[in-house]
C-alpha cells in the first residue's frame, strides 16, 4: 500500500503543476505575431509538453477506483465518491460565476447572472470545464467495476487498444459514433487500470512514442499557426486525442519508476502536497486573475511562466491548507 499512496502522490503533484502551468500560458497563445517568433514557440512547446495534466487525474481515478475489490453500495457509492467531488463542485461553481463578474473597473453583475443561467451545461470559469466530463465518469466506473470482474486479462488490453485507436481516428477527425466524448474520456478510467495492474504498455514501448508525439505535436501547431497567422491547435491539443494519451501513459508510469526511488523524506513530502493537489487546482485561477486583467506578463515565456506558476501554486496551496484547517471548510478542497 505504500508504494501505492506514494506513487498517486507523485502523479497528483505533478499533474497539479502542470495545470497551473497550462493556465499560465494561456494568454501567450494569442499573441503570434505579437511577440518575437522564438518566445511565442518556447510558449506553445510548453503547452504541448503539458497536455497530460488532465488526463493523468482521470487516469489515477480509474486505476484507484476500477482496483476497489469491495462490492457496490449505491448510497456509499454516492455519499464518499461521488458527493466528495459534485458537492465542492457546485459550491465552486457558484463563486466562480460572481468572480466572474469582477473587471478592473468594477463589478458586472450581469456576467454572473448569465453564467448561472448556463450553469447546468457550461463551466462558470475555464477551469472548471473539466468537471464537466469528468463527473459524469462516476456512472460509468460501476459498470466497469462489474465488467473487470469478469474479463480476462486480454479482454480488458483489447479495449484499451481498440480505444487508444479510436483516439487516433478523432484525432484526424475521421468522426463516427466513437468521437463521443464520454467514450473517449471513459477510455483513461481503463487505460490508469491497465498501467496499474498490467505494467501495460511498458515505459519502455511508451516513451519513445511519447516524445513523437509532442514532437509532431509542437511541430503541427506551429507550422500551421505561422500559416494561418493565428494560434490554430486543431485537435492536436485536445485530451481526447492519441498524442495525448501516449503523453499521458509515459508520465503514468514514469512517476511510477521515480516514486520507487524517492526517500522517505521526500515522500511523506508528496503526500502533503497530494492532500491539497485539488485545492490547488480548484483555487489557482483567483490568483491569476490580476496577472491576466491587469497583463502582469514580463520578460519572456520561459521566465514568467515558471514564475507566475510557482506564484499561482504557492498561494493556492496556501489557501487550501487554511481552509483544510477547519472542518467547516475542509470539504471544498476535499
Keep these: 500500500m505504500r508504494e501505492k499512496i506514494w506513487f498517486f502522490d507523485l502523479l497528483r503533484v505533478a499533474a497539479a503543476i502542470a495545470v497551473v502551468v497550462i493556465h499560465v500560458l494561456g494568454p501567450y497563445r494569442d499573441q503570434i505575431g505579437q511577440l518575437p517568433d522564438w518566445q ?35 448510497v456509499y457509492y454516492i455519499k464518499r465518491r461521488l458527493g466528495k467531488v459534485l458537492v465542492p463542485f ?7 460565476a460572481f468572480f466572474s463578474g469582477l473587471t478592473v473597473s468594477g463589478f458586472n453583475s450581469a456576467i454572473s447572472w448569465a453564467l448561472l443561467e448556463k450553469m447546468a451545461s457550461h463551466e462558470t470559469y475555464y477551469h472548471l470545464g473539466f468537471f464537466y466530463y469528468f463527473i459524469p465518469l462516476y456512472l460509468v466506473i460501476p459498470l466497469l467495476q462489474l465488467w473487470l470482474r469478469h ?41 490508469g487500470y491497465c498501467l496499474y495492474q498490467y505494467h501495460w504498455p511498458r515505459f519502455k514501448v511508451l516513451l519513445p512514442l511519447a516524445v513523437i508525439a509532442v514532437l509532431v505535436t509542437n511541430y503541427s501547431v506551429i507550422s500551421h499557426s505561422f500559416a494561418a497567422d493565428e494560434y490554430k491547435m486543431a485537435r492536436w491539443m485536445s485530451y481526447k486525442t492519441l498524442n495525448t494519451v501516449l503523453v499521458a501513459a509515459a508520465i503514468f508510469v514514469g512517476c511510477r519508476m521515480i516514486s520507487d526511488k524517492l526517500s522517505l523524506a521526500a515522500r511523506n513530502k508528496l503526500a502533503w502536497l497530494s492532500k491539497y493537489s485539488l485545492g490547488v487546482y480548484l483555487i489557482h485561477p483567483i490568483f491569476l486573475w490580476p496577472l491576466r486583467e491587469y497583463d502582469l506578463y514580463f520578460a519572456n515565456p520561459l521566465i514568467a511562466i515558471p514564475v507566475w506558476t510557482v506564484i499561482a501554486a504557492g498561494l493556492a496551496l496556501a489557501t487550501s491548507w487554511l481552509l483544510g484547517r477547519s472542518r467547516y471548510t475542509s470539504w471544498l478542497v476535499p
Excluded: C, H
Excluded at 503547452?47 to 449505491?74: C, H, Y
Excluded at 457546485?90 to 466562480?96: E, G, P, R
Excluded at 466524448?181 to 481503463?190: I, V, W
Design 40 to 74: 511565442w514557440i518556447s510558449a506553445i512547446t510548453i503547452n504541448s509538453l503539458s497536455r497530460w495534466a488532465v488526463p493523468v487525474f482521470i487516469m489515477i481515478t480509474g486505476a484507484l477506483m476500477l482496483s476497489d475489490q469491495r462490492p457496490f453500495e449505491p
Design 151 to 191: 474479463a480476462e486479462v486480454g479482454q480488458v488490453k483489447g479495449v484499451v487498444a481498440v480505444w487508444m485507436a479510436l483516439t487516433g481516428l478523432y484525432l484526424f477527425y475521421i468522426d463516427g459514433l466513437w468521437s463521443d466524448t464520454y467514450l473517449l474520456y471513459s477510455g483513461y478510467l481503463l487505460l
Design 90 to 96: 457546485l459550491v465552486w461553481s457558484v463563486f466562480y
